[in-house]
C-alpha cells in the first residue's frame, strides 16, 4: 500500500514514512537485510540495476533495503527529493564537503560549529588547498559580506554546539544563492520536528542521526537530504570512499525515529522549564537557550524554530572548572557522557564532549568558556531534573 504523506503531521510520517517498499511477506517492521551482495536471475535486469536504469539493489556498501527506508523517512520528514545515510554524523558532515568542494574553491562558514566539524575547517581543509573564512556567528553582517566575496559552500549550524547560537537561515540562504554558493546546514540540535532548514531556503540539511533521530545513545549513523543532483555527487563519494551505514544501525534509527516527536515535545518542554528555573539561580552566570527571550537571537528561533527551541542547552557556572566537575560528579540522573538527544539526561564539559578535539586556547578564542556545562533534556519527569540540578548546585 502506497501512502501519501503530503497532508500527514509530523507524528504520523515518523511512525510509517518509507517503510511500504521494505515490508516484506506482511511483517509490519522493516527487515534488517544483512547481505552483502545481492543475486539476479537475468544478467541483463542485473547490469540494468548496475547502470542506474532500474530500482534494485547491487552491493551493500551501495545501497540497502534497510538504508533506503532510513533514508526515506528522514527525506521526507526534511521535506527532500533525495537522501543517502553514512556511519556517522561526521561522516555525514565531511562526504558532503569533500564531495562537493574542490581544492582552490571558498566555503563560509561560522566558528561555533560543533568540534569535529570546526577541526575539518581548521585543520584539514587548509592542507587540501580548500578556504575556508570562519565568521563571528553572532554577526550577520560579517557572514554576509563574505559571502558577497564569493564561495562555494556556506556551511551553517544552529543552533550550535554547544553555545547555543542562531544564525538566520534564510538570510544566509539568500545571500548565498546570489553568489551561486550551495547552504548547507546542521540540522541535529533542531531536528525536523522543530526546523526546516529546506523550507527557510538551505539546499542540503545533515544530521548526525546517532542523537535526537535514533535518540536512544545505542546507535552511531549520519544523513543529508536535499536536491537529487547534489545528493547523488555526494552519494558518490560515499559509495566509493566506503562511510556507508550497517543495516543494523539502520534498523535502529528507524525503531528511534518512530517516537521522534513524542521525545522532541517533550525534551523542548523540558528544557525551556530547566532554562528559566536556571536563569534564576545565583550559582549560574549565564544560560545558552534560544527559548529564553533573554537569549540575542531569540526571535530569529522564533521564526525559523516554530516547532520548538530544543532539548539541548547549556550554562556557565559562577567559578571555575572546579565548580564544573563538584557539579557534574553530584548529578543523580544524568549520565555523565560524550552525547546529547538521548532518552536520558546527558551532560559534560565541552572539554570532555563536543570539544574535546579542540585546544583550550582554541576553545576561548570560540567563546567557549571552561565553566560551561552542556545539558541534554533527556525525557525523565522534569521535576526530578529540577530537583537533581538543585542539590547538586548546592553548597
Known amino acids: 500500500m502506497k501512502r501519501n504523506f503530503s497532508e500527514a503531521g509530523m507524528g504520523t510520517k515518523s511512525l510509517w514514512a518509507g517503510e511500504d517498499d521494505s515490508l516484506a511477506k506482511g511483517a509490519t517492521q522493516v527487515p534488517i537485510v544483512q547481505s552483502i551482495a545481492f543475486t539476479y536471475d537475468d544478467v541483463d535486469d542485473w547490469l540494468d540495476v548496475a547502470l542506474g536504469k532500474k530500482e534494485g539493489y547491487i552491493y551493500s556498501r551501495t545501497t540497502n533495503p534497510t538504508f533506503a527506508a532510513f533514508e526515506e523517512k528522514v527525506r521526507i520528514l526534511e521535506g527532500a527529493e533525495a537522501a543517502t545515510s553514512f ?7 565531511s562526504n558532503t564537503i569533500f564531495g562537493l568542494v574542490l581544492p582552490g574553491e571558498r566555503i563560509v562558514t561560522i566558528k561555533d560549529t560543533y568540534g569535529g566539524t570546526n577541526q575539518l575547517f581548521r585543520e584539514f581543509l587548509p592542507k587540501l588547498k580548500m578556504d575556508v573564512a570562519l565568521c ?5 553582517d560579517q557572514i554576509e559580506r563574505e559571502i558577497r566575496a564569493g564561495c562555494k559552500m556556506v556551511y551553517l549550524e544552529t543552533p550550535t554546539n554547544p553555545t547555543l547560537k542562531v544564525v538566520d537561515i534564510k538570510r544566509m540562504a539568500e545571500a548565498a544563492h546570489k553568489v551561486g554558493a550551495i547552504v548547507v546546514t546542521d540540522n541535529t540540535f533542531a531536528t525536523p520536528v522543530n526546523q526546516k532548514p529546506i523550507e527557510l531556503g538551505s539546499d542540503l540539511v545533515v544530521h548526525s542521526a546517532s542523537k535526537f533521530l535514533g535518540g536512544h545513545g545505542d546507535v552511531l549513523g549520519g544523513i543529508v537530504c536535499g536536491p537529487k543532483d547534489l545528493v547523488k555527487k555526494i552519494f558518490h563519494y560515499r559509495e566509493i570512499t566506503g562511510a556507508a551505514l550497517d543495516p543494523f544501525a539502520a534498523y535502529l534509527l528507524i525503531r528511534g525515529m518512530k517516537t521522534l516527536q513524542l521525545r522532541v515535545e517533550r525534551q523542548n518542554a523540558s528544557a525551556m522549564r530547566i532554562a528559566r528555573h536556571l536563569e534564576g539561580k545565583s550559582e549560574v552566570a549565564t544560560v545558552n537557550y534560544p527559548g529564553l527571550e533573554s537569549h540575542p537571537q531569540h526571535e530569529i528561533a522564533k521564526r525559523q524554530m516554530p516547532g520548538g527551541y530544543g532539548g539541548v542547552m547549556s550554562f556557565a557556572l559562577k567559578g571555575d572548572f572546579q565548580n564544573v566537575k563538584r557539579f557534574l560528579n553530584r548529578l543523580k540522573f544524568a549520565h555523565r557522557a560524550a552525547n546529547l538527544g538521548s532518552v536520558e539526561t546527558t ?3 565541552p572539554a570532555t564532549t563536543s570539544h574535546v578535539e579542540v585546544s583550550p586556547k582554541d576553545r576561548a578564542a570560540m567563546g567557549i568558556p571552561d565553566a560551561l556545562v552542556r545539558y541534554s533534556t533527556g ?5 526530578d531534573l529540577i530537583a537533581d540540578i538543585d542539590q547538586a548546585l548546592a553548597p
Open 87 to 93: 556511519a556517522s554524523g561526521m561522516g555525514a558532515i
Open 136 to 140: 563571528d556567528t553572532s554577526n550577520g
Open 347 to 349: 551532560v559534560g564539559s
Open 379 to 383: 525525557i525523565e519527569d522534569v521535576d
